[in-house]
């Protein structure tokens, strides 16, 4: 296989751990009201940067499924769409992580095992 495949396929699975990874991570950030800058910021704060172009997707979608609330209002003389979870997704993300920690532990025990 070559390099340049190996990088096209790591590429493509990379994209799909990150995906999930996102979602959770910004239901988790959306426990306190945020609006998009400052969302993307708290994100690569920790350490989790995340597109433009894929944060304002994903929390159109996380609101049209009921799990995040949003309001405009004006601040600093602009309008912005502040962000929050509702009460749905704070349910959702509460089953979420423990789903996620039973996966990491998993994968810790898998790992693990496969470093010898």
Avoid: C
């Amino acid at each position: 296989m070559g390099t340049s495949l190996q990088n096209e396929i790591f590429d493509s699975l990379r994209l799909e751990l990150r995906r999930g990874s996102l979602i959770l991570a910004v239901l988790a950030q959306l426990r306190e009201e945020h609006y998009g800058y400052t969302l993307r910021k708290a994100l690569a704060d920790q350490g989790l940067a995340i597109e433009e172009s894929t944060l304002y997707p994903l929390l159109r979608r996380l609101e049209t499924q009921g799990l995040l609330a949003s309001e405009w209002r004006e601040e600093e003389k602009r309008n912005k769409r502040f962000y929050r979870l509702s009460t749905d997704g704070e349910e959702v993300l509460k089953q979420l992580i423990a789903e996620w920690h039973g996966i990491n532990t998993s994968l810790e025990t898998i790992l693990k095992e496969d470093r010898g």
